[in-house]
């Protein structure tokens, strides 16, 4: 019978391989799971062949995934200063972090859904939402966003807080059910029951309100190996500013990716609801590596985190340096992938040949980003596990406010539509050298401290 890895065994003995693997693997594989419930959507509603359908979920996506910014603030930011209690061996306030980062979470999204309803009108005509693509923009950001915004936030609040912990693999299963799912119900309710875009929003509502579920039962079968507490009681906001100071940067990654994706549909659709549809598509697509790069930095945190706070830093910069070098080989694999394969890709999610073709091209040249994305994403990602939230917050904003948004705005004034597919990488080429300049003074810094 296999020997169950305790926790010591995990955070501080095992090569580093083994254990970056032993957590982000489980991440990883609920990351692909997600991003394939998340391409759901936009597959089977392409399968209509209606590209103001298609083009309806790409208007919402991006207010739809400010929830991921909302399940970063609460519970990446919560799950970074469990992983740090953990490596001070300070376990008896883990319950009051768990608990402020779950009710927390949930009543600042319950607002954030209200919100939403209320100015649901100006706010789709804000995204772009045109006279063919309003009703169908509007079911979706209803049920999406109104009654599944909760759900959607607490189960990637409550996957992260297990994760912190070292349960990568429940907290990975609980994501992929909730995916698996979502897979299962889109064409049931599409094409079923013809509910066509609202049959997709559903299915992704309740895929997400079973998560959560599953996750509840999840916690209750750990008992105590768990410190994590789902309790009211507990609450407190005597933690709000160390989880607020990490996660604060890994939410407003998200928020401001998701606000330079709102420019570059609204841009899109003054070319019509075609390059709307296409982009739609490739953003989804585009996010495929991402979201694997992403899992191996949810599987990396809680070892940069508990190494930083045990100050063992020389295993914390290998578990660092490895994941960075298993990223960039990942990203470059799919860079060849998506170049090589993008027409049969874009024909795949929607067989009407002017979307695809479009977006054929928009691909290409998209994913020329992805390494440099993803080592950007990396560096800031450590710096959160490390505590170091102001940093990670000042490449974060520079990245996406300072840069990308200006840039969207010049470059279609000057270059047009595809001036706007470039940006990305011409951002990400700027800011590599700024990030691992960031990287390079904190670790000094670092060095110096450990040697007074």
């Given amino acids: 019978m296999k020997r169950e890895v305790t926790e010591k065994e995990l955070f501080e003995t095992m090569p580093i391989p083994r254990a970056v693997a032993t957590l982000a693997i489980p991440t990883i594989i609920s990351q692909v799971v997600t991003m394939i419930y998340n391409l759901a ?107 599944g915004g909760v759900p959607t936030m607490l189960s990637l609040s409550m996957g992260h807080l297990l994760r912190s912990e070292g349960h990568a ?49 999840m916690y209750l079968r750990l008992g105590n190996k768990t410190a994590v507490s789902l309790k009211p009681k ?101 860079v060849a992938c998506f170049a090589i394969f993008s027409p049969q890709i874009l024909h795949l999610f929607i067989p009407e040949q002017q979307t695809s073709s479009l977006g054929a091209t928009f691909l290409r040249i998209a994913c020329l980003a992805v390494p440099f994305t993803t080592v950007n994403f990396l560096i800031s990602y450590t710096l959160q596990a490390m505590g170091k939230g102001t940093q990670s917050a000042i490449l974060t904003f520079s990245r996406q406010g300072l840069l990308n948004i200006p840039l969207l705005i010049l470059m279609n004034a000057v270059l047009g539509l595809y001036g706007m597919i470039w940006t990305q990488l011409v951002v990400e080429l700027i800011m590599l050298p700024v990030s691992l300049g960031m990287y390079m003074h904190t670790w000094k810094r670092i060095n110096i401290s450990s040697e007074k």
């Fill in 41 to 147: 959507d936009t597959f089977f509603v392409g399968q209509i062949g209606d590209p103001y359908m298609v083009a309806a979920v790409s208007l919402v996506s991006p207010w739809f995934n400010l929830l991921t910014a909302l399940g970063n603030l609460f519970g990446l930011g919560g799950g970074s200063l469990i992983s740090r209690m953990m490596g001070r061996n300070n376990h008896a306030d883990i319950k009051y972090v768990s608990a402020f980062s779950l009710w927390g979470g949930g009543a600042a999204t319950l607002c954030f859904s209200l919100l939403t309803y209320l100015f649901r009108v100006p706010l789709l005509n804000f995204l772009g939402a045109s006279s063919d693509t309003f009703s169908y923009a509007q079911s979706y950001l209803n049920w999406v966003v109104v009654l």
């Fill in 234 to 334: 507990y609450f407190t906001f005597r933690f709000i500013r160390p989880v607020f100071s990490v996660g604060l940067a890994s939410a407003l990654a998200t928020a401001l990716g998701n606000a330079s994706n709102m420019v570059i549909v609204k841009l899109s659709s003054g070319y019509g609801d075609i390059p709307v549809a296409a982009y739609g598509i490739v953003k989804r697509i585009d996010q495929f590596p991402l979201n694997v790069s992403m899992g191996l930095c949810q599987g990396f945190m809680p070892l940069v985190g508990y190494n930083y706070a045990s100050k063992n830093y020389k295993r914390m910069r290998g578990v660092s340096f490895f994941s960075w070098k298993t990223a960039a080989i990942m990203s470059a694999c799919f």
């Fill in 169 to 217: 693999r429940p907290a990975s299963i609980g994501m992929m059910f909730g995916g698996i799912l979502n897979v299962v119900l889109d064409p049931i309710l599409i094409f079923g029951f013809h509910l066509d875009v609202a049959g997709a929003a559903i299915a992704t509502a309740f895929s997400n309100l079973a998560s959560v579920l599953f996750f509840a039962v």
